[in-house]
């Protein structure tokens, strides 16, 4: 049966193929057990007398119960989140970084984003007479231009340099922010590391270059780690773990980093969880405020959040199907990352770099002259108009380089990479084939 479009005349495919979101869930990755079993106790304790739930299960939910007003994830939290969880956060992080993390700096939210637009919500004030502005890469996730432009930041532009391995080069910070400089009050710095839609990981002398960027210019450093989780080959840093080895001055910096149930292997993302730790001590009294007016985030995904950081360990009951579920996901991401970069890269006309993690290919694709002559013509960039004619022939989905952003004069596309392999194959030999077919086209 092919897919019909709106005016009931049947398209050349069968089924869209979303590869638009980085939402696995929604592209068939099953949920953690444990997690899901957590929060069903949690909500419904009279399920804990059932033989069948494990028993560490029991206890976590339990332990959650018991910071809860009245034992119910009903109750509001504190509006940082509950103890036991920003607890749980702390004891991950110092693990993680080898540096001490405490909990009166996690403020947990309703996802990432909920915590990102708080803290940009603090650079809102003009600064002698100067407009604020925050210095973001290009490409960039989205909500933090939709973001800046809600709160009336001015948004400064850096490239993220491809032929690098999309790495930040200090030259292009620096002409980002002496141009910003001229007009605006250049408040923060947003990184976003493992790179969303790019994919790279970043560098620890990279990051160094960065931090040091940011200590010169005084600039508060945001750093977006929510895909930490997923990665494949390299070592993940946080910027936390680099500034406190770097010594003084660097490790007394001012930080915001965050980090999302909704990524890595949980990708728990319509269930809403996330946090930031939030290192400023000047501006944490003024945060904590803030976050109080907005009550508390969601309870049962605080559950989710607790579950992430501390997960089953060896002997616990919950273990062997924990590691199984968790080697599955981590496979799944493996190979598709060496896939994609692998077929883009044998199209003529496509430029992709390696995959470091994230769950996204953000592939450079050449187009003819004579198709962004018609893309003119339709009031389209070419690569919208790639994009367009790509799902209009073949059912796939995919996000044009506009709108992340990109190098003037260069076009790619953003595609999701987590499908089940066969809906992943048929992807990847829909782009291949079409892409063949456009080149005949318009060359
Ligand atoms: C780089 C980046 N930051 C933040 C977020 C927001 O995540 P959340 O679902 O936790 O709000 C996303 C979501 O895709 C993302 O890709």
């Known amino acids: 049966m092919r897919e019909l479009g709106c005016d009931g005349v049947p398209k050349p495919f069968e089924r869209v193929v979303r590869a638009n979101i980085g939402d696995c869930h929604a592209l068939g990755q099953k949920p953690i057990t444990f997690i899901r079993q957590v929060q069903a106790l949690a909500a419904c304790p009279a399920l804990a007398s059932s033989a069948a739930v494990p028993e560490d299960v029991r206890q976590r939910a339990q332990e959650i119960l018991d910071d809860c007003t009245k034992s119910s994830v009903g109750a509001y939290s504190p509006s940082a989140g509950l103890q036991v969880v920003r607890a749980r956060v702390a004891q991950f992080l110092s693990a993680r970084d080898g540096v001490r993390a405490c909990a009166d700096d996690i403020y947990l939210g309703s996802g990432a984003s909920d915590v990102i637009k708080a803290v940009l919500t603090m650079f809102v004030q003009d600064v002698d007479g100067k407009p604020p502005a925050v210095m973001i890469p290009i490409p960039q996730y989205p909500l933090f231009s939709g973001t800046l432009a809600e709160l009336g930041l001015r948004q400064a532009e850096y490239f993220l340099a491809e032929e690098q391995q999309w790495a930040l080069d200090v030259d292009e910070l620096q002409r980002c922010w002496s141009r910003a400089s001229q007009d605006c009050a250049v408040r923060a710095l947003v990184v976003i590391n493992p790179g ?201 989905c995919v996000i044009p380089g506009t709108g992340f952003g990109q190098l003037p004069g260069t076009f790619h596309f953003r595609t999701t990479i987590l499908h089940p392999r066969d809906e992943f194959q048929h992807m990847m030999d829909s782009i291949r084939r079409f892409h063949h077919d456009f080149l005949q086209r318009y060359s």
């Open 196 to 396: 969303n839609p790019t994919g790279q990981v970043l560098t620890r002398e990279n990051m160094e270059q960065i931090v040091k960027f940011a200590y010169e210019h005084n600039l508060f450093l945001l750093a977006d780690e929510v895909y930490q989780e997923n990665i494949v080959s390299k070592p993940f840093f946080s910027f936390k773990k680099v500034m406190h080895e770097m010594g003084a001055p660097y490790s007394s910096m001012e930080l915001a980093s965050f980090v999302t149930c909704s990524k890595g292997w949980a990708a728990e993302c319509g269930q809403r969880a996330g946090f930031v730790e939030l290192r400023a001590a000047a501006a944490a009294p003024a945060f904590r405020v803030a976050r109080a007016v907005m009550q508390c985030p969601n309870v049962l995904g605080q559950c989710i959040l607790d579950c992430v950081m501390q997960r089953p360990a060896p002997g616990d009951p919950s273990y062997p199907q924990f590691a199984q579920e968790l080697s599955d996901i981590r496979q799944v991401l493996a190979e598709r990352t060496q896939t994609a970069y692998e077929t883009f890269n044998s199209i003529p006309g496509y430029f992709c770099n390696p995959i470091d993690g994230s769950m996204f290919a953000y592939p450079r694709v050449s187009i003819p002259e004579a198709a962004q002559a018609a893309a003119r013509e339709l009031h389209m960039s070419p690569d919208e108009f790639y994009c367009l004619r790509l799902l209009e022939e073949t059912g796939v």
